[in-house]
């Protein structure tokens, strides 16, 4: 009985030159092929079944992915997605950089790159797990010398995750802080008064008649009725000098108890209250994603959905605020001239990588577990969405409070208004210390970033061990286990970061381990996919899975073959050429030490991605130098879905390999016969 192959391929091959390429049954190469009908292969032997093994690998040394889970519905996936999408950086990031980079002009930067490398770089991601059924390292399976951008992403997961849980503690000690008869932070502590501490039930004013000759700030009780005609000339009064919010003071001299340099001697402890805030944030981590998706797709329906119903209050509650309609002009009077300015465009391109997940690997990841069929291109558009339209609202929330606090304290708006940490941590608590029933507010307040940042850790975590399960397929069975090494690993190292000298750490940990370094591993990824596996072939991918190919098309080609990769490349070439390496302040710089450390935090990410296409070319294939090229780009003889049976019926209908754009890369043969049995 004669078995029919399929190959796919501009050309035919005798069994010699088959020898060279990846196939799942190494039998026929030593069988007689002859042309059928122009398109296939003949081979009179029986075929053996495939034992998956491609160029140079033994089928032992990479098992085929099983045992992976899946949704239980919909809503789980869509739930999870928004949560890794609308984090911590929507609340406090997004509205400052509005504020800092022209208003209404960052926000147009921001929705242009999310339509020209947001939205596609979003569906191009949640395609390549849900298409293969893989994590951010195995998918690679379609481009062996891209399997560096996986590890990179895999790297970026650990590293924000590490000071994503720090953020989450500083919430959880706000929440405990906020269980007491009157605020913290709103009272001055004796050791304060010398830094100019301000309560709320001190108005200065800042702006007096010029007329009056008033040569520095007055102080009256707030409420107060009073007459400025006595304070001509009024440099007798009790304090001369900036005024620094109480609620400041508190965050920094208090809570992180901020180092003033970042010097080994200043470094200190870790501060035991934040020590097991931030143990009890990696233990609720831990239990909730224990049991994989499973667990973590029910504890979603509330933590996502919870933050946006308090979202909704605080945004009816900060409209009806006397001053609020200050704050949302403060937020929306559009600079246009901004929009020349590259820094805006850096400032919109960061932003919106941190907040959409991409290049993160978990979008990768939450794909992965969707059913085959499941509308990708919906989801993306959706959920891309949801998170522009999460970071305006957040936007109204934070400025029309800030509108009303700068109304009570008698200042402008520009001066309640922080960025940082001073978002969350320094104007809000003084913002809601001024509501009634102040308690309520600030408990439901940071119980809701913690949810929020709990969403980001759900999909990071999971992100990082479902690389981990993907290569070592036999470790799944200590998935519990492997959870909770991670977690306390994980904890270990973030203690850095609850140190007197703990807030530099974490900005040197976002400023190079997940900021430009991003950028030149998104613009890799894109390259890898669409000029060296193909947009015809990955088209062709999108078209069997989901029944039709995206459209519209020409849009998409454009942003994914063009756009997607050359602005994150050039974005990156920018941020390398103008690099400055953070400073404390305006006049004092970071020790020159720290410059070393942070570049080798952008190593770690950045350098897996050309080692190991140097060790696939030089290790892993083999011949002359052609020959090593095209065997590392490529698709393994995994690359296909998840399920056998799709992958046989992508190879059989000639679905799968018809490039025209990028490479026209093989595709393996298929036994006919067992694809009939199907």
């Known amino acids: 009985m004669s078995t029919q192959y399929k190959y796919d391929n501009k050309f035919l091959l005798n069994p010699d030159e088959l020898k060279n390429f990846p196939i799942k049954d190494k039998n026929i190469i030593n069988s007689s092929c002859s042309p059928n009908n122009g398109d296939g292969i003949q081979n009179d032997s029986k075929s053996n079944k495939s034992n998956g093994t491609s160029y140079d690998e033994k089928s032992s040394d990479k098992p085929k992915v099983k045992e992976r889970g899946e949704w239980a519905n919909k809503w789980e996936f869509m739930l999870s997605s928004i949560g890794l999408s609308v984090g911590l950086g929507n609340i406090w990031r ?117 007329d009056k000759n008033i040569t520095d700030d007055c102080r009256c009780t707030l409420n107060a009725t009073i007459d400025v005609s006595p304070f001509v000339n009024c440099t007798n009064v009790s304090y001369t000098g900036n005024p620094t919010a109480v609620a400041e003071l508190y965050f920094y001299k208090e809570v992180i108890q901020k180092a003033p340099n970042m010097y080994p001697s200043d470094m200190g402890d870790p501060l035991w209250k934040l020590a097991l805030c931030l143990l009890l944030s990696w233990i609720v981590v831990i239990i909730c994603i224990i049991k994989g998706i499973k667990s973590s797709g029910k504890v979603v329906y509330f933590s996502v959905t919870f933050p946006y119903i308090l979202l909704l209050i605080l945004l009816i509650r900060g409209c009806t605020l006397d001053g609020a309609i200050d704050g949302v002009i403060y937020f929306t ?19 919106m990588f941190l907040s959409l997940g991409i290049s993160f690997g978990g979008i990768i990841m939450l794909g992965s577990y969707n059913k085959f069929r499941n509308n990708a291109y919906r989801d993306a558009v959706l959920i891309s969405s949801c998170e522009l339209l999460t970071s305006i609202i957040a936007g109204f929330v934070i400025f029309t409070t800030f509108g009303g606090m700068a109304k009570v304290l008698g200042v402008n708006v520009q001066a309640a208004a922080k960025g940082g940490y001073g978002v969350a941590f320094v104007a809000y608590p003084e913002a809601l210390s001024n509501l009634p029933l102040p308690q309520l507010w600030s408990i439901m307040f940071f119980f809701m970033l913690f949810t929020i940042g709990l969403n980001s850790q759900f999909v990071l975590l999971a992100t990082i061990l479902t690389c981990i399960h993907d290569e070592y397929p036999r470790l799944r069975k200590y998935k519990s286990h492997l959870c909770i090494g991670f977690g306390v690993a994980c904890y270990l190292i973030a203690l ?42 990955f088209f062709h991918d999108v078209k069997y899975m989901l029944g039709k190919p995206p459209r519209p098309s020409w849009y998409l080609i454009f942003c994914w073959v063009f756009c997607s990769p050359v602005l994150s490349g050039l974005l990156f070439v920018y941020r390398m050429v103008t690099y400055s390496h953070p400073t404390i302040t305006e006049e004092l710089p970071f020790p020159e030490f720290t410059q070393s450390i942070g570049w080798a935090i952008a190593a770690v990410v950045i350098c897996p991605i050309p080692f190991t296409f140097l060790f696939q070319f030089l290790f892993r294939a083999k011949g002359d130098l052609l020959q090593r090229l095209k065997t590392i780009t490529t698709p393994t003889s995994e690359w296909g879905p998840n399920d056998k049976s799709k992958e046989k019926e992508i190879q059989l209908d000639n679905i799968a390999n018809d490039g025209k754009y990028g490479i026209d890369n093989p595709i393996n043969v298929v036994d006919v016969n067992e694809t009939n049995q199907l």
């Not at 009077?333 to 932003?351: H, T």
């Not at 040197?508 to 430009?516: E, P």
């Open 94 to 210: 997004f509205p400052y950089l509005a504020y800092a980079n022209g208003g209404a002009a960052f926000v147009v930067a921001y929705i242009i790159l999310q339509m020209l490398i947001g939205k596609p770089m979003y569906l191009l991601e949640l395609v390549l797990g849900q298409y293969s059924g893989r994590g951010p390292t195995t998918v690679w399976a379609m481009n062996p010398c891209g399997k560096g951008i996986g590890i990179s992403q895999a790297i970026v997961s650990i590293i924000v995750a590490i000071y994503f849980n720090v953020i989450m503690a500083y919430c959880l000690y706000y929440m405990f802080a906020s269980m007491q008869s009157s605020l913290p932070w709103t009272v001055c502590k004796e050791e304060w008064k010398q830094f100019g501490c301000v309560e709320k039930t001190t108005m200065v004013l800042r702006y007096c008649n010029p």
């Open 333 to 351: 009077v559009p600079s246009w001239e901004k929009l020349l300015d590259i820094q805006v465009w850096v400032a919109a391109a960061g932003q």
């Open 496 to 537: 850095t970061c609850i140190t007197p000298g703990g807030d530099y750490v974490v900005e040197l940990l976002d400023f190079y381990g997940s900021d430009f370094a991003v950028l030149f591993v998104a613009s890799c990824q894109c390259v890898a996919v669409f000029w060296v596996y193909g947009i015809r072939n």
